[in-house]
């Protein structure tokens, strides 16, 4: 096929290009194999030899034709894919690799090794190709494949006439002449001398003698016959042995077949017997366990059923209970269940928990209700500040611990009932004990409160006389509003009754934590409220349990639900909660009407809650305990009381009314603010709740200084820059000793304020004392900025010396002197007594009144200079007026 195919592309398509073909190999695409290809290897005869690699593929009406050609430099790698002989696929990567799939494995084998070698013979070293996944016996010279395309190309003639047609005419298969053939060869010719002048008659020679030979080999077929047919016996009899001897085996199998067969019967028959024997001892062992598991001793089943809750008989009830509880939540296959046997031993396990359970249910409702009445003869001494401690109750039903975790893991229903029975029992007993303790401490603040107030008697009648006689036209004002007259504010709290009540507030709350926690502690403990649910086969009880359980224990009959973990604690702690709550239902109520009650005497009281129920809250050592969220309620009711009593603060300075009187002085909110920060930090200072005060601070203070401007403009008879003045120094004053960080900036703030409306002040009541004086020099200074020089001024009829020596005649020291006398009884009308600032004012005014001075002392040196012409008075005696007059006033 290869041969013919590589003359028919030798004649229609290389020879017109004068090129010869050297290898060709039938291909496709590795993945189009219907459409096949050739790739052929030709190379030119004239001018000189050059190698190339080409496609020639089938068009329509059957003629081929070149489709691309490639030069041997151009190929840079060809890919065997695989060094085993039978891969039909290969690769050639040009520009692009080429996947080729070969039809013939030998055409495959043939076109890569004459490939390798006409690359190696034409192309330079460093351009030459790489392959790669080849077998290494295809890339060598004398390779079988290439001597064997060099045979099959001379054999079709299409390849001699230049070196390469020798070359493979040289390696076509030879084979020597043995020295018997030779001999025979060599006695042949010298017998025929004629045979190489007469060939025909040698050949007719030759004829004669095969003739001669075909029949001598015909007549000695023919004679061994005989001997033939003796052959074809023996052959028969072999035959019909070797027949025999497969009957003979063909038994021998039968039997082995029968044998093989019987052994594996009784191979299937000892693996049963096995199989029997496994389960016999698996269901013995399934069984005793069984048995052991449902096994109750007669001694527990007595104390089941007659049942000593005595401390006599305690352990063995508690010891029984156990094992009951173990014996009906033991774990049993769910098939086993359905034995009669097992079925009925549950049967009487649910009639001794039945019985147990209505024993020990009886038992501890009497019990709880019995230690609930005797909870009523020890009831608080009036005049004690403390809480009883239920100690004898907890350790009486201590004992009974381990009953009432059973109750809850068997009989649920008889639990719920005793968890009630125990909070309506105990709930009267901490309800009496709290509402006398708030009430004991009601009554102790109020003693205190009235003695300190008839120490005080003698001076307070007045007041409240004098309130009483004001308060028929106009009702009194909580105590300590900013935004109000102190005349107006109602009897409020001394600071000695503050701190007493800050004191036994702190006493009660630190006797309320004890009592708390240990109630709840033991609740905890005694009611097992941290147990998640402990009914139910396979179900883990606590907290721990369910977290440290490994997936490999865990079995598939479980049916247990598996919480999160912080749901488990949100879910107990809402449990535990709950139950504090019933016994402890009055606590939050009587908590806030303790407070509420003092802080309707004086709202002042709100900022001492504050601090101490937040410490309190700060420091529990269980923030999700009931005491702790009751606190923490109360706390809410607490600032929303700090919040209300703040934002009237921040309200009154909104509605603030001015005094009425002819000076202004200062303002309610200003006077009042000092003392309400002094009493606000005493409080507050370094504590939890500092950022709230400090947040209030500020809407205070911002409020206050937005309202002093517009009230100063209210006011008719004192200048509004002399209200300002006196209520920004006074509020910058008390900033001051306050030194509190987040007023920081208010504090400069308000320096500002009172700076500009001092000066203010005195740059509009202080003008200009010697205005005439200041006049004729603004015009003076008018010319020089016009362009006059100053040497000139004099020369100007308007302001020549003679016209400044009129108008300097016009301020002589005792006129100056006098008027400054009236400048100061009108600053000493305006400002008040409270702020002592006439004395700061008069030196800003003489500070003033110097710099004027200079201003015109400088204009007559710089104009007149040399005129002899100066004021009548010197800083001296500017100095001396002013003095004089603060003096003499």
């Known amino acids: 096929m290869a041969a013919g195919i590589k003359y028919i592309f030798q004649k229609e398509v290389f020879d017109a290009l004068d090129e010869r073909i050297i290898s060709v190999c039938n291909v496709s695409k590795f993945l189009k194999r219907k459409k096949s290809s050739y790739l052929c290897i030709v190379s030119t005869t004239k001018p000189s030899v050059l190698v190339s690699v080409c496609q020639i593929k089938q068009y329509d009406k059957g003629a081929y034709k070149k489709k691309r050609s490639w030069a041997l430099e151009e190929i840079k790698c060809i890919d065997g894919r695989n060094d085993a002989t039978d891969t039909h696929d290969f690769d050639m990567i040009v520009d692009k690799p080429y996947r080729w799939f070969a039809a013939n494995l030998h055409e495959r084998q043939n076109f890569i090794s004459v490939l390798w070698k006409q690359i190696n013979r034409h192309c330079a070293v460093g351009v030459r190709a790489e392959f790669k996944n080849v077998p290494k016996q295809w890339l060598s010279e004398g390779s079988a494949e290439e001597k064997a395309d060099g045979k099959f190309s001379n054999r079709d003639g299409a390849e001699h006439g230049d070196d390469e047609d020798l070359e493979g005419f040289e390696n076509e298969e030879f084979h020597a002449l043995t020295e018997k053939e030779e001999m025979n060869l060599i006695k042949l010719i010298s017998e025929c001398d004629y045979a190489i002048s007469n060939a025909e008659l040698f050949m007719e020679d030759l004829s004669h003698n095969l003739l001669q030979l075909d029949g001598a080999n015909i007549q000695c077929v023919l004679a061994s016959e005989k001997q033939v047919n003796m052959l074809m016996v023996r052959i028969e009899q072999a035959i019909n042995e070797a027949e025999k001897v497969e009957k003979r085996l063909d038994a021998y199998d039968e039997i082995l077949c029968h044998v093989r067969d019987t052994m594996e019967k009784m191979g299937e028959k000892n693996q049963m017997i096995e199989i029997a024997n ?10 005793e366990k069984v048995v052991l598991q449902l096994d109750l001793p007669h001694t527990h089943q007595l104390a089941l059923t007659d049942t000593d809750l005595t401390p006599k008989g305690l352990s063995a009830a508690i010891a029984a209970g156990k094992a009951l509880q173990m014996a009906m939540n033991s774990d049993i296959d769910p098939t086993l269940l359905q ?43 009036a005049n004690e500040l403390s809480l009883p401690k239920h100690q004898h109750v907890h350790k009486e039903l201590f004992a009974f611990l381990e009953l009432m975790h059973w109750m809850k893991s068997m009989d649920r229903k008889a639990y719920d009932a005793l968890i009630k029975v125990y909070n309506a029992s105990l709930s009267k007993v901490y309800d009496r004990d709290i509402r006398t303790f708030f009430e004991n401490a009601k009554q102790m603040l109020s003693v205190k409160r009235v003695n300190s107030r008839e120490d005080l008697h003698n001076s307070a009648m007045s007041n409240k006389l004098k309130l009483g006689a004001q308060s028929n036209k106009q009702p009194a004002q909580p105590y300590g509003i900013i935004g109000v007259n102190r005349e107006q504010w109602s009897t409020g709290a001394e600071p000695a009754e503050r701190q007493r009540f800050d004191s036994i507030l702190e006493k009660v709350l630190a006797e309320l934590e004890p009592i708390a926690l240990s109630e709840q502690h033991f609740c905890i403990a005694f009611f097992q409220l941290d147990v998640i649910s402990p009914t139910g086969r396979n179900t883990q ?10 997936p490999a224990q865990k079995d598939e009959r479980d049916s247990t639900i598996h919480i999160p973990q912080r749901r488990l604690d949100r879910q107990i702690n809402e449990e535990v909660r709950k139950m504090m709550g019933e016994l402890f239902a009055n606590l939050e109520a009587e908590l806030n009407s303790f407070i509420l009650s003092f802080e309707k005497l004086d709202s002042y009281y709100s900022l001492y809650v504050l601090v101490r129920l937040t410490q309190h809250v700060m420091s529990a050592q269980d923030a999700q305990s009931f005491l702790s969220m009751t606190f923490a309620s109360a706390l809410v009711h607490v600032k929303r009381s700090f919040d209300k009593f703040m934002q009237i603060q921040l309200q009154s300075v909104e509605d603030a009314k001015l005094p009425k009187r002819s000076k202004c002085g200062l303002l309610p909110y200003v006077e009042n603010f000092e003392e309400f920060a002094t009493t606000a930090e005493g409080i507050f200072k370094k504590t939890e709740r500092r950022n709230d005060l400090d947040k209030w601070y500020i809407k205070l203070v911002e409020a206050i200084f937005e309202r002093i401007p517009i009230h100063a403009a209210e006011h008719s008879k004192t200048p509004h820059q002399v209200v300002k003045m006196e209520n920004y120094h006074r509020m910058h004053s008390s900033l001051s000793q306050l030194k509190v960080q987040v007023l920081e900036p208010l504090r400069k703030e308000a320096k500002t304020r009172y700076n500009d409306a001092q000066r203010a002040y005195v740059t509009k009541y202080f003008g200009r004392p010697l205005e005439k004086l200041n006049q004729f020099f603004e015009g003076v200074q008018a010319r020089v900025q016009q362009g006059v020089k100053d040497t000139e001024i004099s020369y100007q009829m308007a302001y020549s010396k003679q016209e400044l020596r009129k108008v300097i005649s016009l301020y002589p ?21 409270e ?10 005014m003489q500070q003033e009144f110097i710099t004027q001075y200079n201003s015109l002392e400088q204009w007559i040196q710089r104009c007149y200079a040399g005129s002899m012409i100066s004021l009548e008075f010197t800083i001296k005696d500017i100095l001396d007026f002013f003095s004089e007059i603060a003096q003499s006033h």
């Open 278 to 287: 496994t389960n016999n001892v698996r269901l013995h062992q399934e069984l």
């Open 339 to 381: 034995l009669t046997a097992v079925q009925d031993q549950r049967k009487r396990f649910e009639k001794w928990k039945a019985k147990f359970s209505q024993t020990i249910s009886r038992h501890l409702n009497n019990l709880f209700i019995h230690l609930g009445n005797l909870g009523d003869s020890q009831g608080l001494h």
């Open 541 to 550: 009880t606590t907290l721990d349990a369910t977290s440290n359980e490994l």
């Open 813 to 833: 020291a005792r006129e100056v002197k006098k008027g400054l006398e009236q400048l100061y009884k009108k600053v000493e009308k305006h400002l008040c007594d």
């Open 835 to 844: 702020e002592n600032l006439l004395q700061v004012v008069w030196r800003a």
